[in-house]
């Protein structure tokens, strides 16, 4: 990066919610970051939501859709 600053603003982070908690913890999590990026003076985070667990197994028949694998190679974070 050659001395620049990464800019959260422009990463685009990966959710998986999974199963069981995942569905109230990463939310919560979520908004947390999103505050502080906020309170640091960056701007939206672009939050990408892939298919994991029981949900992909019931909408793609298995639980780590080939689609989630391909976009967790594309996203910055997750």
């Not at 990463?11 to 939310?27: A, F, K, N, S």
């Given at each position: 990066m050659s001395g620049a600053r990464a800019n959260i603003s422009d990463?685009?982070?990966?959710?998986?919610?999974?199963?069981?908690?995942?569905?109230?913890?990463?939310?919560a999590t979520q908004r947390v970051l999103s505050a502080a990026v906020t309170a640091a003076g960056g701007g939206d985070v672009d939050w990408v939501e892939l298919p994991l667990g029981l949900g992909a197994i019931e909408s793609h028949a298995m639980p780590i859709p080939h689609s989630t694998l391909l976009a967790l190679d594309q996203l910055r974070a997750w």
């Open positions: 990463t685009r982070i990966g959710v998986l919610l999974g199963d069981g908690m995942g569905h109230e913890i990463v939310p």
